[in-house]
Every structure is written in C-alpha cells, then in structure tokens.
C-alpha cells in the first residue's frame, strides 16, 4: 500500500535528485535535497487538513482534487511562482527570467541579487506573519511549553501578529535596509524594503480573509445539506452516504485550493531564504508537493499521522527562522545550506519530541492496563 501510494513521489525524487546532480553539481543536489525535505515538513499539517475535507467529498470531486488539483499546486505554485516572484521584483518578463537564468546566468543572479531586499521583505513579512499567529493561538499540545504557554496568553491581545510584524519592518528598514547588498555593492533600499514587506503583509492578510470566506460558504452548505438529509429521513426517503456533491463539493474544492495556495507561500517564499535559483527551487518544491498529494491519499485511505503532534510546531519554528533570516539577508549573505539545515534540524527535534511522547503515553496506557 505504501508503495503503491508513494511509487511516483519515490521515483520522482530519483529522477530529480539525480538531474540536480548531473546537470549542477552535488551542491545543487543537497540544496534540492533540503528545500524537498523543508516543503514536505511545512506541508505535513497541509496534508492533514486536506485529509479530513477530502473524505467529505465524493468520489468524483476527490479524483478532481487529486487530478486538477496537485497540477494547481505543482506547477502553479511551485513552479510558475517563483518564476512570477523573480519575474515581478527584478521588473523583467518571466519568459526573460527564465531565458536569463538559462543563457545568462550572471546577468540574472544580478538581477536576482538586485531584487532581494524586495523578494527579502515580501517574504520576511508573510512568514513572520505566519510564525506569529500559530504561536499567539491557544493549542492542546504545547511543544515547548515554558514559551508557548505565556504567549498564547498574549495572543489574546487583538491585532497583536500585526503590529508585532511592522514593528519588525520598521527596525529592518532603519537597520538591514539602510545598507542593503547589491550587485554593484551596498545601497540605500529602505523604501523598497517598506513597501515590499507592507505588500507581504497584506498578501497574508488576503489569504486568510479568503479562507475565512470559503469556510463560512463550506459551513452553509454543509448546514444546507444536513437538513435535506434530515427531511428525507423524517419523509421515509433512503439517504446517500457518498458524500458531499454539488455546490458543497466545489465549494470544498474551492476552499482546499485556497487552503493549498496559502500553505504553499511558506515553502515557495522560504524556498529564497535557501537558494535564488530558480530551477533548484522548483525541482525541490515540486518534489516535496508530490509528497503532500501521495501524503493526502494515504491519510485519505489509511487512517492519520497527525499522532506526531509537535511536528506542526517544529515546521513553524522552521518558518520564523527563515522569517528573520530572510530580513538578515537583505544586508548580510548566508550560507544557503546553513539556512537549509536550521529548518531540518527544527523539524527533525519537534519529531523526535512527538516519538518519545507517543512511547510515553505507551508505558503509561500500559501501567494503567496493569
């Protein structure tokens, strides 16, 4: 069953390990290597989530979501985004950036380097953002406890993610951005950085109010199909149990690829904090997204992994990492493995605390058996 189900991610992460090597180098291969490994820990809560709505559905809007769907996820977001970012902020067309990057790839990484601050802030922004309101949020399970616990209680201050993050802005702008690295040396980007990190924070703020909108229609529409249900019982008439069809269905539809769009940011918008290349990022992020589709149909079919409960921590931790590190790299360079291998470190320890509680919980279920 395993086998059956990860056979393509399996193969794919050959093919594309391998390519990486033989075209780039071993240091394309371990950074392929390290964005595949981080899209697939930043996606784990993904495939959860899109678990437990995709059982909802029918037969037919699975196989719609599981078909059109992951061609949204991997070529839209993993493959056409970060081509559309660097495209955008180096003010250049995306056949041109991907002409560059092929035939010119020293105009290009001055190009890239020129539009960092701004790519930097974007994504500075988006991820804090994101770090910010999963650790003010209340939670059953606290991984580190002795931190998380006083700052849910913070998170009861309205608005607080906000207002933390421009203040964060603004310290970048006066500090890392005053003397910003360029392609020609270091420059005053303190404008570009304002703009662009205000421009992260709105796209956030866009994305969680969409998926707020299709959650609110998913909940009526589910609310609307209960009821029909309840008057066929009430009228004697037998009830199907294939589930959700319809509007309800597409609403869902809508609602996972909003959901999919936006747990995508994290890795393509990190993915800058490792590697400004193009091609490494897309074969790593499309490898990692192949595993949250196979990740979505095992759960669908075989039951759930979220007993790792502590794994949505470390990926998180991961994403604030990469927040402040992308903010230092406006002025400062970093070793793209070194930012790499803090991620997988994160989310390798917060696994590592979800086994050894879950063996915890064993010995004591089997004390109290006794």
């Not at 075209?23 to 394309?28: F, H, K, M, P, V």
């Not at 820990?41 to 993904?46: E, G, H, I, K, T």
């Given at each position: 069953m395993v086998l059956k189900t990860f056979g393509w991610s399996f193969a794919i992460t050959a093919l594309g390990l391998a390519f990486a090597a033989w075209?780039?180098?071993?240091?394309?291969f371990g950074v392929v290597l390290i964005l595949s490994i981080l899209e697939i820990?930043?996606?784990?809560?993904?495939a959860v989530v899109n678990a437990g709505i995709l059982k909802k559905m029918n037969a037919f809007w699975q196989k719609i979501f599981l078909t059109i769907g992951i061609l949204i996820a991997v070529f839209g977001m993993r493959l056409v985004f970060p081509v559309a970012i660097v495209a955008i902020s180096a003010k250049v067309g995306p056949?041109?950036?991907?002409e560059l990057a092929l035939d010119h790839p020293e105009q290009y990484e001055a190009l890239v380097t020129d539009a960092h601050p701004a790519i930097a802030a974007f994504g500075g922004m988006f991820l804090l953002m994101i770090f910010l309101d999963f650790i003010f949020e209340e939670r059953e399970h606290k991984w580190l406890s002795w931190l998380e616990r006083p700052l849910a209680k913070l998170g009861k201050v309205d608005m607080l993610s906000v207002c933390i993050a421009l203040i964060a802005l603004l310290v970048t702008a006066m500090t890392f951005a005053v003397?910003?690295?360029t392609s020609t040396g270091y420059a005053d980007k303190s404008a570009t950085v304002l703009l662009a990190g205000v421009a992260g924070l709105i796209t956030y703020l866009i994305v969680g109010g969409l998926s707020s909108y299709f959650e609110d229609k998913l909940e009526e529409e589910e609310e609307r199909?209960?009821?029909?249900?309840?008057?066929?019982?009430a009228a004697g008439k037998p009830v199907s149990a294939v589930g959700l069809a319809g509007k309800a269905a597409f609403f869902l539809f809508l609602y996972l690829e909003v959901l999919d769009a936006s747990f995508s940011f994290d890795g393509v918008?990190?993915?800058?904090?490792?590697?400004?290349?193009?091609?490494?990022?897309?074969?790593g992020l499309g490898i990692g997204a192949m595993y949250v589709r196979s990740l979505t149909v095992y759960l669908v079919r075989q039951g759930t992994l979220d007993d790792y409960v502590y794994l949505e921590h470390g990926a998180h931790y991961a994403i604030g990492a990469?927040?402040?590190?992308?903010?230092?790299?406006i002025q400062h360079e970093i070793s793209e493995l070194i930012t790499g291998l803090i991620g997988v470190v994160l989310i390798a320890a917060s696994f590592w605390s979800s086994v050894r509680r879950n063996k915890r919980l064993e010995r004591e279920g089997s004390t109290v058996d006794a």
């Open positions: 075209q780039w180098g071993w240091e394309a820990s930043l996606s784990f809560d993904n056949i041109e950036a991907i003397n910003a690295h199909e209960h009821e029909e249900e309840e008057k066929a019982k918008i990190g993915a800058f904090a490792i590697t400004n290349h193009i091609f490494w990022m897309a074969l990469l927040a402040v590190i992308l903010l230092v790299t």
